[in-house]
């Protein structure tokens, strides 16, 4: 048996070769070098709006060599909040994941700050509404970047010729396409008087009192209107306040005019009510008039999404943003921060709100003048004001200003509508507002 | 020194042979046996419910930011809370009605199936257990639309007879009674098959034997058929009640423990507070509720069950 000798020259290529190799590893740039990344998305109900987020993320991955990996979690069955559940208790998941309103303070403290990268995108696509900074910032970290996908304003949709017939009220003359809102009348006084109308027109407006989101953001904005607040922005108690009495006052009149089943209502009753051609008027994002569109199209062409009423503190609106935020366990945050900066440019932003067909709203100033609301039709210009182009409506979200820990519970829990339900079904005043501060006391447990 | 080593050598060899032959017998045991191939099983129950009830038990002794260990401390503030005890109500209202209704219906049930010919009872059970069957969040949404606030198939009906519209899931009274209404009908076939098997397994004789004393029809139901199906009675309606108090989908799906939380039960208000509510060591404390009630339930019942056993 021959023995083979490695001679000394040998032994310094081969050593000078293998250390080269070594330290030029890292800046060879395979396939997937910059390693991987997974997202958790919103599985969005518009069919083909998921795959300009998936295109989008394609795109930066070739880029940037990062192998990705996308899964589109429904909320449908609230599948997306398990998941977020999920992933908080086992620390383990998706690095980016898609947290709607309340989640992303609700995991704060488990969630990598995008401060460094908020900065830039502000400067570039605007500043953000109150709402979005009240729900994504916490003791000035940002938890997440807005996302476009899957935010909203859940204003009125109204039915143009039920409301010029009944009501009196011309809902495109009010919100003309192109041009800034002429609604100074339209008031809480205004709108409870075209309820009355509609209603003994046999053609109602559709606003649930159930548990669901939908019920709750309504009776939010309402009460925001009369300045009312359960808990303020410091965590003190005001429930027995003059401003919630007159909003509970007000609700008691509304539901007068309503249909008899709306404490049954969830987030689909209010949609079947437009498209169906029951009513007069819905609180809702362009979702049920796009169902009208492909269901109903003699509905949909006389739909029209517009402001909210004005009530004696202001004009609020109930604006739901989802956030993309990054988990702290996540293995690749540089990655994941420039895949966001990527998905915030405004031609990305745009590429998104067009797949959806106007549904999903940038949180940026800059861009709520997007071409594809000015063109959505029938009727042309449907979805002009949808996105508060001229920011006459203050974007809130119900329950707020308390701090948002508290206020997911007030919101979780629809406090408001029951309070609303509970005044309407022949409570006393007193009983009520006792009943809903004894629920309050019991959201400030931490 | 050899020798030593030599008994060293013994002792040891002696010692593998005897421990070899005693795990030889201990396989060759039929409870060794039983053990290891019932394992997979424990080893999955481990898994998939021991621990998450340990953990579950862990997360109810945290406070709502899950930082800091309060003890009983979830429970406490549980007891103070008025919706807590409205939900208490509701889970007993549930339980025990559907409970009973689903024995009752099964019972009678039973009896027409059992008194049907031998050869067309095949087709009456497949028929029966179809609701049983059906996955209940599948059926639940067909009975949602029947009951649909607006556009319901029952409300419609009536219409013609002058009836309604009547708020299936819009009042708290009629919401309840909804609630109950789908649990029953998905339960009774399960009380019905098992009340079949036990009503099978009477003997003739007896029923022979009733009838030369002169027994009515009543007198025979009395005396001989339950008391022959008590023990299947108990083991049927205990497990239907366990079942039935953490019953999620039914309710969530149908009122989602609305008008007013007036049909919340423990999983869905727990749901309610952990998921929807972020507040998980709550949501784990309002679940666990139910393991004591539950268990000094089993426990009664389980001791009747065995002293007849042994009393037999």
């Not at chain 1, 190799?21 to 395979?30: F, Q, S």
């Not at chain 1, 939010?220 to 306040?241: E, H, R």
């Not at chain 2, 023990?231 to 079942?243: C, D, E, H, P």
């Not at chain 2, 389980?302 to 009393?311: C, M």
Request: hydrophobic share 45%; net charge positive.
């Amino acid at each position: 048996m021959t023995r083979k000798k490695l001679s000394r020259r040998q032994f310094v290529a081969a050593t000078a070769l293998s250390s080269a190799a070594l330290i030029t590893a890292p800046y060879v740039r395979g396939a997937y070098a910059a390693g991987k990344l997974s997202m958790g998305f919103w599985d969005h109900w518009v069919p083909g709006a998921n795959k300009a987020s998936t295109d989008l993320v394609n795109e930066w991955a070739a880029k940037e060599k990062v192998e990705v990996q996308i899964d589109y979690i429904t909320s449908q069955g609230n599948k997306n909040l398990l998941t977020i559940a999920a992933e908080a208790q086992a620390k383990s998941g998706h690095d980016i994941f898609s947290m709607p309103t309340w989640w992303a303070h609700a995991n704060s403290e488990q969630l990598e700050s995008v401060n460094d990268i908020m900065g830039p995108i502000v400067a570039e696509n605007g500043e953000v509404n109150g709402t979005v900074k009240y729900l994504g910032q916490s003791e000035g970290k940002w938890l997440g970047v807005p996302a476009c996908v899957g935010s909203q304003i859940k204003g009125p949709c109204s039915r143009i010729d039920l409301m010029k017939k009944h009501a009196g009220i011309d809902v495109q003359e009010m919100y003309p396409a192109g041009s800034p809102p002429k609604a100074d009348n339209w008031t809480l006084d205004t709108f409870l008087k075209a309820a009355e109308a509609c209603h003994k027109a046999g053609v109602p407006f559709g606003i649930g009192l159930g548990e669901t989101t939908d019920s709750v953001d309504t009776c939010g904005a309402i009460f925001q209107s009369f300045g009312a607040q359960l808990v303020d922005a410091k965590g003190n108690l005001t429930v027995k306040t003059d401003a919630v009495r007159q909003a509970l006052e007000y609700y008691k009149k509304l539901i007068g005019f309503l249909p008899p089943d709306v404490a049954a209502w969830d987030d689909a009753s209010n949609n079947k009510w437009l498209v169906s051609g029951k009513g007069a008027m819905i609180m809702n994002p362009p979702s049920a008039w796009a169902v009208a569109k492909r269901d109903a199209p003699q509905v949909a062409e006389q739909c029209w999404t517009h402001g909210f009423p004005a009530g004696p503190k202001g004009r609020f609106a109930p604006f739901l943003p989802y956030f993309w935020s990054i988990w702290s366990f996540s293995k690749n945050k540089e990655a994941a921060k420039s895949l966001l900066v990527h998905l915030s440019k405004p031609a990305s932003i745009e590429k998104m709100v067009v797949a959806s067909g106007g549904y999903d709203l940038p949180a940026f100033e800059k861009l709520t003048t997007l071409k594809v609301w000015q063109e959505e039709s029938p009727p042309k210009g449907t979805l002009y004001h949808y996105p508060n182009p001229y920011n006459h409506q203050t974007l809130s979200i119900a329950t707020s200003p308390a701090p948002p820990k508290i206020a997911q519970q007030i919101y979780a829990q629809a406090t408001l509508t029951k309070m609303c339900l509970r005044f309407h079904q022949g409570e006393s005043m007193e009983k009520t507002l006792a009943w809903a501060e004894g629920e309050c006391e019991g959201f400030m447990r931490t | 020194m050899a020798d030593v080593a030599f008994q060293q050598g013994a002792v040891s060899g002696a010692a593998r042979t005897a421990k070899r032959s005693s795990l030889r017998r201990a396989l060759k045991r039929k409870s060794s046996a039983a053990f290891l191939m019932t394992l997979p099983l424990i080893l999955l129950i481990g898994v998939l419910v021991i621990y998450p009830a340990l953990y579950s038990l862990h997360l109810a002794t945290l406070n709502k930011s899950m930082a800091k260990f309060v003890g009983f401390g979830n429970f406490e503030f549980l007891f103070k809370r008025e919706t807590f005890w409205l939900v208490v109500k509701q889970s007993c209202i549930f339980a025990i009605s559907a409970v009973i209704f689903k024995a009752l219906i099964g019972f009678i049930v039973a009896h027409f199936v059992h008194n049907v010919p031998a050869n067309k009872q095949r087709k009456w059970r497949g028929m029966l257990l179809v609701p049983w069957v059906i996955p209940p969040a599948m059926s639940t949404l067909a009975w949602l639309w029947l009951f649909d606030p607006s556009y319901s198939a029952f409300n419609y009906t009536l219409s013609f007879f002058g009836i309604g519209p009547i708020p299936w899931t819009g009042d708290a009274m009629w919401a309840r009674f909804s609630v109950i209404l789908v649990n029953v009908w998905y339960g009774a076939p399960f009380f019905m098959i098992m009340y079949l098997a036990a009503l099978k397994s009477v003997p003739e004789q007896l029923y022979e034997a009733a009838a030369i004393d002169g027994a009515n029809w009543w007198q025979r139901i009395w005396y001989v058929t339950l008391p022959m199906m008590r023990n299947i009675i108990a083991i049927t309606t205990l497990f239907s009640l366990i079942v039935t108090f953490a019953n999620f989908d039914i309710v969530r799906i149908l009122t989602a423990g609305g008008p007013l939380d007036h049909t919340h039960i423990f999983a869905t208000w727990a749901f309610r507070v952990g998921i929807e509510g972020s507040d998980i060591p709550l949501g784990a404390s309002v679940s666990l509720f139910m393991v004591p009630i539950l268990a000094v339930a089993a426990i009664f019942i389980l001791r009747d069950v065995s002293k007849r056993g042994n009393e037999a």
